[in-house]
């Protein structure tokens, strides 16, 4: 399997504008093989007002609203023309604490952000708050203030999203193309495209046990977040 090329400035290959060079790769660490080109036409701004109900949470707070900080991991997966998945963990290395199949195409989110405009909010409708807020099950997803549909969290990976966080455990941050396998080769052949992936690490923001905000870390120190993740239960 060949090594994923270490690159400093993840972030700033994700903003390319239509005058930059085209990335070959995007991704530090070590592990299996990668292809930039995904990613390259990526160019993510915080700047959104959303029509959802977790309009409040928008904006990034001001300090006095935080209940508590920590970063964390953030990997989106999913074949080219199949549905995205959203994995959270603590670390690169660790299970993940989230995972959900998002109800929207690979292909729209990169749309989206090649738009310049990402931000995902998930809301629960549940009436109860003896969860915890990421053991909640059906959530209604919003991209870009627009409502893409409802997804069920997995209590379990499956052993294809077992086999990605597992070929990305030596991945800090990146974007680009798994390597192949048979099974990959194979949606590959049936119309599904490449298995893409973009991972980076996000500021966790914990406001009260209903609601949560993840903000993209800028290795480069720029600007505010470049893709913004919203998680709330309206009650």
Excluded at 106 to 130: C, D, I, P, Q, Y
Excluded at 164 to 176: D, I, K, P, T, W
Aim: glycine fraction near 10%; charge should be positive; proline fraction near 6%.
């Amino acid at each position: 399997m060949p090594a994923l090329a270490d690159t400093p400035g993840l972030i700033s290959l994700l903003r390319l504008s239509s005058n930059d060079r085209r990335p070959k790769t995007a991704a530090s660490g070590s592990g299996g093989a990668g292809a930039g080109g995904i990613f390259r036409m990526f160019k993510l701004l915080p700047a959104l007002s959303s029509g959802c109900k977790m309009v409040a949470l928008l904006g990034r707070p001001g300090k006095s609203f935080l209940a508590d900080r920590h970063p964390t991991t953030v990997t989106l997966f999913g074949y080219r023309r199949g549905r995205v998945s959203m994995a959270i963990q603590e670390d690169n290395r660790s299970p993940p604490v989230f995972l959900i199949e998002l109800p929207m195409q690979t292909s729209f989110l990169h749309k989206e952000m090649a738009s310049g405009l990402v931000k995902l909010a998930l809301e629960s409708e549940t009436r109860t708050s003896r969860k915890k807020l990421m053991e909640e099950y059906v959530w209604a997803v919003y991209c870009n203030g627009r409502k893409s549909g409802y997804s069920i969290r997995r209590k379990h990976e499956s052993d294809e999203e077992r086999q990605v966080m597992q070929l990305l455990r030596g991945v800090s941050m990146g974007a680009g193309v798994l390597p192949g396998s048979p099974e990959k080769e194979a949606a590959t052949a049936a119309g599904d495209g490449e298995m893409t992936y973009m991972r980076a690490r996000f500021e966790r923001v914990v406001g009260s046990k209903d609601s949560e905000a993840l903000y993209m870390i800028n290795p480069d120190g720029s600007g505010g977040p470049d893709l913004s993740i919203f998680l709330v239960r309206v009650k």
